[in-house]
């Protein structure tokens, strides 16, 4: 994508601030990334998890210095995020408090000085933070979401939820690192990744007809209920849709939404 054909949008977003002495180890222990091994004006994608690795928030940490940390996450989710990391803090010398920024998402290539990489959208893209990208045109929001759920990109609200393990919204290969320390959630995180596997994984449909179907909305095969619709959008003269769906279902099966047929479509596996 050249320069003349950047798109941009704005990005919701909630911030908040991790400074002090302590900042990177305090993360480091509560965080599912390895943040201790960013440089200054890098950034990694994270989780907030409980002990039971059930999904409090989804981050972006950005270091911005060596004691100095800015976490990104979903608007509804700042006062929670802010909220567990003072819980925990104890004496950890680091000051935690909600920051006001704004968000744009460019796509095109190569990113700027002072952007973060983004792969949500499975094509080429960065994230400015307090800045706008005036060369860019605008990017329609069904455009955007297609490009999401083609990426097999989970959202909050939609495919992430205190119900979902990391596995199956494929944040593992985002937003976990299987060698650094003890955090919230580690020990569930890897005896699923060595010893198991997880029941379910985000599959990209493409359904029949134009009417959106409902949040959640049942899945079946030959009769049983065999994964849930949790995000759509209008393509053509059909419907694109991300689900989650039982991981013993053939990946050239046809499922059914109610009378409608749903075709899986081969994309490919989501980017770190």
């Not at 003349?4 to 991790?18: C, D, H, I, K």
């Not at 860019?136 to 929001?141: D, E, F, K, V, Y």
Request: aromatic share 6%; net charge negative; proline share 8%.
């Amino acid at each position: 994508m050249s320069a003349t054909a950047l798109r941009a949008f704005a990005r919701p977003r909630a911030y908040v601030g991790v400074t002090g002495p302590d900042a990177a180890a305090y993360l480091q222990r509560m965080v599912s990334n390895d943040v201790e091994a960013l440089a200054p004006g890098e950034a990694c994608q994270a989780l907030l998890l409980t002990a039971k690795a059930r999904l409090i928030a989804p981050l972006v940490v950005l270091r911005r210095g060596l004691d100095d940390f800015l976490l990104l996450t979903e608007p509804s989710l700042r006062d929670r995020v802010s909220s567990e990391l003072v819980r925990f803090r104890f004496a950890a010398k680091c000051a935690i408090e909600p920051e006001e920024h704004f968000s744009t998402i460019v796509l095109g290539d190569p990113p700027p000085e002072r952007s973060i990489p983004t792969s949500d959208y499975g094509v080429p893209a960065y994230e400015l933070i307090d800045r706008a990208e005036p060369a860019a045109g605008p990017l329609g929001t069904d455009e955007l979401e297609r490009l999401r759920i083609l990426a097999r990109t989970p959202a909050w609200g939609r495919e992430l939820d205190d119900r979902v393990l990391p596995a199956e919204a494929g944040l593992e290969e985002r937003a976990i690192s299987f060698t650094k320390g003890c955090y919230p959630g580690q020990e569930p995180i890897a005896r699923l990744h060595y010893r198991g596997h997880p029941n379910r994984g985000l599959r990209v449909l493409e359904l029949e007809g134009t009417d959106l179907p409902v949040h959640d909305a049942e899945l079946s095969l030959a009769g049983k209920v065999v994964g849930r619709i949790t995000s759509a959008v209008a393509d053509g003269d059909g419907v694109l849709a991300l689900a989650f769906v039982r991981r013993e279902v053939p990946d050239d099966a046809v499922l059914s939404y109610g009378s409608r047929s749903a075709t899986q479509l081969h994309s490919p596996s989501p980017r770190p």
